[in-house]
C-alpha cells in the first residue's frame, strides 16, 4: 500500500487538506456545528426548501404510507407509484417525454454517458465540467477530448476533424465552482452542424433558471429538439436528494435497459420521491423565491464591486470570489467564520492552481440583512 501517512501530511503542508464540518442542525440560512450559530453562505438549497414545513410533511406522510425503504431496486419490486408520479412531473416540467430517477447526480452522469457510448463513439467536454461527467466519459471506453472552458472554435475544431459515427458533447449547464453559464445555444448549433448530440448538466440550474423555474434550456428558449438529453439533481434547489435525466421515450427506455448505475442499485426511498414532488410544486407556483435570490445576487454583486474584490462573472447564486493561494482563502474562510459566517474555502485540485476562491452561495431563504452583514465583514479581511 502507499505511504498514506506521508501523502496526508503532504496535504496538510499544501493547504488542501480536506476535513468535514459536523453540522448539528436543520439545514437552512443558519446552521449549528460545534455548537455555535452561523449564517450559512455555503448551501445549494438555493430556493430554501430543504427545511420547508410542506416539503418535511409530504416526507413524513411518504414514509408512514410506503415505509423508510424502497426494498429493492426500481427493475425488481422498488419502483413505487410515487416514484412514477415523480418521473412523469418532472418530464412534463422541463418539456420532455419521460424522465428517469437515479440515486444520485454522479450515477445518473455515469450512467448515461456509458449506456450511450463505448469503443469508437466520441465524447467531448468542457475542462470545467463536473468530474462526474469527467468519470463518465472515461468510464465509457470512448475517444474522450475536452476543450477550454467555453471555448467554441476549439469545440467547433474537435467536431470538424471527428471521425467517429456517434458523437456526444456534455457540458454542464452552470458551472458550479465558477457560477457561470455554458454558451448552449452555441453549442447546440454546433452539435446539429456536426451531427452530435448533447447532454446538459443542469444541476445547478433546475429550479434557479427559467421563468417557471425549469432550468437552463427553458432560460435559453431550448426545447427538446434542440437539447434532447437533460440531466439534474434533486438535491440542491429541489431540496431533497435523488437525480434524474429526460428526454426521449426511446432514450429512457435504452437507459432502463442498459444504464448499469441505474438497473444495478437500490431504488431510494419512496419518501424521498414524495417529497421531491411537494417541493416540485412549490418551484412551479412560487415564483416570488426565484425573484428575491435574483435580489440578493445584484445586492451581493453591487456591494463587492465596490469593495474592490476579483468577484467571477456569474448571474447564478454560486458567487465566488478569487483569493489566489490557498493559505489565504483559508485565512479569509477562517476570519468569515469568527464573525458567524460559514463560507468554504475551495481549493486546488477542485479548482485550478492559483485560483483559491470564497465560494459564496445564495438562498431564497437569506434576507438583504445578511447580505448586507456578509459585505460589511468582507470589507474587513486581511
Same mark, same amino acid.
Given at each position: 500500500?502507499?505511504?498514506?501517512?506521508?501523502?496526508? =501530511?503532504?496535504?496538510?503542508?499544501?493547504?488542501?487538506?480536506?476535513?468535514?464540518?459536523?453540522?448539528?442542525?436543520?439545514?437552512? !440560512?443558519?446552521?449549528?456545528?460545534?455548537?455555535?450559530?452561523?449564517?450559512?453562505?455555503?448551501?445549494? #438549497?438555493?430556493?430554501?426548501?430543504?427545511?420547508?414545513?410542506?416539503?418535511?410533511?409530504?416526507?413524513?406522510?411518504?414514509?408512514?404510507?410506503?415505509?423508510?425503504?424502497?426494498?429493492?431496486?426500481?427493475?425488481?419490486?422498488?419502483?413505487?407509484?410515487?416514484?412514477? @408520479?415523480?418521473?412523469?412531473?418532472?418530464?412534463?416540467?422541463?418539456? %420532455?417525454?419521460?424522465?428517469?430517477?437515479?440515486?444520485?447526480?454522479?450515477?445518473? =452522469?455515469?450512467?448515461?454517458?456509458?449506456?450511450?457510448?463505448?469503443?469508437?463513439?466520441?465524447?467531448?467536454?468542457?475542462?470545467?465540467?463536473?468530474?462526474?461527467?469527467?468519470?463518465?466519459?472515461?468510464?465509457?471506453?470512448? =475517444?474522450?477530448?475536452?476543450?477550454?472552458?467555453?471555448?467554441?472554435?476549439?469545440?467547433?475544431?474537435?467536431?470538424?476533424?471527428?471521425?467517429?459515427?456517434? %458523437?456526444?458533447?456534455?457540458?454542464?449547464?452552470?458551472?458550479?465552482?465558477?457560477? @457561470?453559464? +455554458?454558451?448552449?445555444?452555441?453549442? !447546440?448549433? $454546433?452539435?446539429?452542424?456536426?451531427?452530435?448530440?448533447?447532454?446538459?448538466? @443542469?444541476?445547478?440550474?433546475? /429550479?434557479?433558471?427559467?421563468?417557471?423555474?425549469?432550468?437552463?434550456?427553458?432560460?435559453?428558449?431550448?426545447?427538446? #429538439?434542440?437539447?434532447?438529453?437533460?440531466?439534474?439533481?434533486?438535491?440542491?434547489?429541489?431540496?431533497?436528494?435523488?437525480?434524474?435525466?429526460?428526454?426521449?421515450?426511446?432514450?429512457?427506455?435504452?437507459?432502463?435497459?442498459?444504464?448499469?448505475?441505474?438497473?444495478?442499485?437500490?431504488?431510494?426511498?419512496?419518501?424521498?420521491?414524495?417529497?421531491?414532488?411537494?417541493? $416540485?410544486?412549490?418551484?412551479?407556483?412560487?415564483?416570488?423565491?426565484?425573484?428575491?435570490?435574483?435580489?440578493?445576487?445584484?445586492?451581493?454583486?453591487?456591494?463587492?464591486?465596490?469593495? /474592490?474584490?476579483?468577484?467571477?462573472?456569474?448571474?447564478?447564486?454560486?458567487?465566488?470570489?478569487? !483569493?489566489?493561494?490557498? @493559505? %489565504?482563502?483559508?485565512?479569509?474562510?477562517?476570519?468569515?467564520?469568527?464573525?458567524?459566517?460559514?463560507?468554504?474555502?475551495? %481549493?486546488?485540485?477542485?479548482?485550478?492552481?492559483?485560483?483559491?476562491?470564497?465560494?459564496?452561495?445564495?438562498?431564497?431563504?437569506?434576507?438583504?440583512?445578511?447580505?448586507?452583514?456578509?459585505? +460589511?465583514?468582507?470589507?474587513?479581511?486581511?
Amino acid at each position: 500500500m502507499k505511504d498514506l501517512s506521508r501523502l496526508l =501530511n503532504k496535504r496538510k503542508q499544501e493547504n488542501r487538506y480536506r476535513q468535514r464540518e459536523i453540522v448539528n442542525s436543520q439545514q437552512g !440560512v443558519c446552521i449549528e456545528i460545534d455548537q455555535k450559530r452561523y449564517i450559512n453562505f455555503s448551501s445549494n #438549497d438555493y430556493l430554501g426548501l430543504a427545511n420547508d414545513i410542506n416539503v418535511i410533511e409530504a416526507f413524513r406522510k411518504g414514509a408512514e404510507f410506503f415505509g423508510a425503504g424502497s426494498g429493492a431496486a426500481h427493475l425488481i419490486t422498488g419502483h413505487s407509484s410515487v416514484h412514477h @408520479d415523480l418521473e412523469q412531473a418532472l418530464a412534463e416540467h422541463t418539456g %420532455r417525454a419521460r424522465a428517469l430517477l437515479f440515486s444520485t447526480g454522479y450515477m445518473a =452522469n455515469i450512467g448515461v454517458i456509458t449506456a450511450l457510448c463505448g469503443r469508437g463513439d466520441l465524447v467531448i467536454e468542457d475542462r470545467l465540467n463536473h468530474a462526474s461527467l469527467i468519470d463518465g466519459g472515461l468510464y465509457s471506453g470512448a =475517444n474522450f477530448k475536452r476543450y477550454a472552458h467555453a471555448d467554441m472554435p476549439a469545440l467547433d475544431k474537435i467536431l470538424q476533424s471527428a471521425t467517429e459515427k456517434e %458523437r456526444l458533447i456534455v457540458t454542464d449547464g452552470v458551472f458550479s465552482m465558477d457560477g @457561470d453559464i +455554458a454558451p448552449l445555444n452555441e453549442i !447546440v448549433d $454546433l452539435a446539429k452542424n456536426h451531427n452530435a448530440d448533447v447532454l446538459v448538466d @443542469d444541476a445547478h440550474g433546475l /429550479g434557479v433558471l427559467g421563468l417557471r423555474g425549469a432550468g437552463i434550456c427553458e432560460s435559453l428558449s431550448l426545447d427538446k #429538439d434542440d437539447q434532447p438529453i437533460l440531466m439534474a439533481t434533486l438535491g440542491k434547489a429541489v431540496g431533497v436528494f435523488g437525480a434524474f435525466v429526460a428526454g426521449s421515450e426511446n432514450l429512457i427506455e435504452w437507459l432502463i435497459q442498459q444504464s448499469r448505475t441505474y438497473v444495478y442499485t437500490t431504488a431510494t426511498p419512496p419518501a424521498v420521491a414524495a417529497a421531491c414532488l411537494a417541493s $416540485l410544486n412549490i418551484i412551479q407556483t412560487q415564483p416570488e423565491r426565484r425573484e428575491h435570490l435574483q435580489e440578493l445576487i445584484l445586492q451581493f454583486r453591487n456591494g463587492v464591486e465596490k469593495l /474592490g474584490l476579483e468577484l467571477m462573472p456569474s448571474e447564478t447564486p454560486i458567487q465566488p470570489i478569487v !483569493v489566489g493561494e490557498e @493559505d %489565504r482563502a483559508l485565512r479569509w474562510s477562517e476570519q468569515l467564520r469568527e464573525q458567524g459566517l460559514f463560507v468554504k474555502a475551495i %481549493r486546488p485540485p477542485t479548482v485550478p492552481q492559483g485560483t483559491s476562491r470564497l465560494r459564496i452561495t445564495f438562498s431564497a431563504a437569506h434576507s438583504k440583512q445578511d447580505v448586507e452583514k456578509l459585505l +460589511a465583514v468582507l470589507s474587513t479581511l486581511k
